[in-house]
């Protein structure tokens, strides 16, 4: 079952790229810095119901960019608190938010 939840994970990515692309060059082009494999590999570890893995696991990519830090760090602070996969999903909300605002910052300044 492992197996199956990585492959729904990166189809959905896969398919949304697909969509995106009908619909502009941009978007497309910044969709593959989701964390696919952070993803993936998060929910294999937390599958293992190890809280310390878990932080491992994220402390191990903060060296990257800051959106993706940003979604480490939330899923982090938010294990010990609420199930992996709602750490995740917390990981994946606030990552969007600062993608966007790294994206559209920008515009505005």
């Known amino acids: 079952m ?3 939840w990585k492959g729904v994970v990166g189809g959905l990515v896969t398919a949304l790229i697909a969509w995106a692309s009908k619909r502009g060059n941009v978007l497309p082009g910044i969709l593959p810095l989701a964390p696919t494999f952070a993803v993936i590999a ?6 293992k ?3 310390a893995g878990f932080r491992e696991a994220c402390l191990a990519g903060v060296k990257t960019i800051p959106a993706y830090l ?3 760090a939330a899923c982090w602070l938010f294990i010990d608190k609420v199930d992996y996969r709602l750490a995740v999903a917390g990981g994946i909300a606030l990552w969007l938010v600062v993608a966007l605002a790294i994206f559209l910052a920008p515009r505005y300044l």
């Open 42 to 47: 998060l929910l294999a570890v937390g599958s």
């Open 2 to 4: 492992d197996i199956v």
């Open 49 to 51: 119901g190890n809280a």
């Open 70 to 72: 940003a979604f480490l």
